[in-house]
């Protein structure tokens, strides 16, 4: 399809590249032009077909270009545990002797922060759902590399000093003043940056969050029509305690106190019942995966039951790491091991949806991200194929999802803006990020060992 060639020259033209649409139809097409106005798709066609000028044309051969990742639930900050939490067994904000980020100071987190997103960023995500502690200061530091944001304060009423320790106390308080500081941030950041920053109510998990601080929150995002990327059943100790405390499952409160709908992101899954996943193929929610982070833990999410529901898929890579191609590689590993074998309902496709056009849904923006279409944002990544890794190229989704690496991405582009070229961000001194990110990553482990 093409744009009308006397609109004016193309911004861009990308020629010579195989692309992975992502579409229904018309999912590969084979050296391909593509064509980018005012941050948008408006030409996609093999290259023999006729299409507009350009004002830059960039040749392609032996590229790979797909839609944009949504990276739907990611913690940056938590870099500093890198090598550490994966062995941990547990998440860190639940562990004694561990950095949290409460520890942090704004400057740590901030360098933390930005290490953590351009990780994400070189790895093909262009768009990160990223939630945690000093969100103020770490909203700016990802915002300034030019991708898709979409925030949160880690909102609780528990106090975490004590949930280390094994003891769960509400205060009232802590919820209230973590509730302001996520409401400031929307009304101070929803929609900046040309639409490319969103808040979202980042609701910590029904065992950290009280009944009625759940209610709260769920009439606030409500009434701003917020997404709602929360944990659920994201262990047996939440389970445990939900169902103790609420004689519910952590799904049955979500219900109950009005969360669960087509906001809510739920992260992990991991003990939802039969009952649970039709709960929440009912509501509309989204269930986000995190395979990786999971299956290194032992466990799996019964993602083959929550598909065959009917329920949304997502996918992120929370702590451990940012790229969500090895995110789809243990996607489909996992659910076939559930499975038995290799079936006709989970292959490369099917994670590949899950990376990109299920988190568009997850994140209410379907109709402009998630695949590659003439009209929707020019949201892309290019990835080297020319590697020995990814030849030959007969399949190029099935050698993607099987062989790729997010190294291997190139170029990325958010509305059409170059923000990676040869591996490298545009907007930021890569070495600098790394050098920061390090010494806040030494300061902290330093405090928490003394």
């Known amino acids: 399809m093409s744009a009308d060639i006397t609109a004016g020259p193309l911004d861009l033209l990308l020629t010579g590249a195989t692309v992975l649409t992502g579409e229904t139809t018309g999912t590969i097409v084979e050296d391909a032009a593509i064509g980018i106005r005012d941050g948008r798709i408006v030409h996609l066609a093999p290259a023999s077909k006729p299409f507009p000028s350009a004002k830059v044309t960039r040749a392609l051969p032996g590229r790979l270009v797909t839609p944009g990742f949504i990276n739907a639930h990611l913690h940056a900050v938590l870099v500093m545990v890198r090598g550490v939490a994966a062995d941990l067994g547990f998440a860190p904000s639940y562990t004694p002797g561990i950095p949290k ?56 009423d528990v106090d975490f000093a004590r949930v280390a320790n094994g003891e769960w106390s509400f205060d009232a308080a802590i919820g209230d003043d973590l509730l302001r500081r996520t409401l400031d941030l929307h009304d101070r950041w929803h929609g900046a940056n040309g639409g490319r920053i969103q808040v979202q109510m980042a609701a910590h998990a029904p065992d950290t969050c009280s009944p009625a601080f759940l209610r709260t929150i769920a009439g606030e995002a409500a009434a701003r029509n917020m997404r709602v990327n929360t944990h659920l059943a994201q262990s047996r100790v939440e389970v445990e305690r939900v169902k103790a405390s609420t004689g519910l499952s952590p799904a049955e409160l979500l219900d109950e106190v009005g969360l669960l709908n087509d906001r ?7 003990y939802v019942s039969d009952t649970d996943i039709a709960r929440l193929a009912a509501s509309g929610a989204h269930a986000v995966h995190v395979p990786k982070c999971n299956a290194a833990s032992g466990r799996l999410a019964p993602t083959p039951a929550l598909k065959a529901a009917g329920v949304n898929l997502a996918l992120c890579t929370d702590t451990q790491h940012g790229d969500m191609v090895e995110a789809m590689r243990w996607a489909l590993a996992t659910a076939r091991i559930q499975q038995g074998g290799v079936t006709a309902d989970w292959q490369p496709a099917d994670v590949f949806r899950m990376a990109t056009l299920g988190g568009a849904k997850a994140v209410g923006m379907a109709d402009d991200i998630g695949t590659l279409a003439v009209g929707k944002k020019a949201d892309l990544v290019v990835f080297d194929t020319r590697r020995p890794h990814l030849r030959p190229l007969v399949n190029p989704l099935g050698t993607l ?34 050098i920061e990110a390090d010494q806040a990553a030494r300061a902290l482990w330093a405090r928490a060992r003394a």
């Open 101 to 156: 980020g409460t520890d942090a100071t704004p400057e740590e987190a901030r360098a933390l922060a930005r290490l953590g997103a351009v990780e994400a960023l070189l790895s093909g995500s262009t768009l990160v759902c990223d939630h945690f502690v000093h969100a103020d200061a770490t909203l700016d530091a990802i915002a300034e590399l030019g991708l898709r944001v979409h925030a949160g304060w880690r909102v609780h």
């Open 401 to 434: 999802v099987h062989t790729g690496q997010g190294r291997d991405v190139e170029m990325v582009l958010v509305d059409g803006e170059t923000l990676v070229e040869d591996g490298r961000p545009v907007r930021a001194d890569l070495d600098r990020i790394c």
């Open 264 to 270: 809510l992101l739920a992260t992990h899954c991991l």
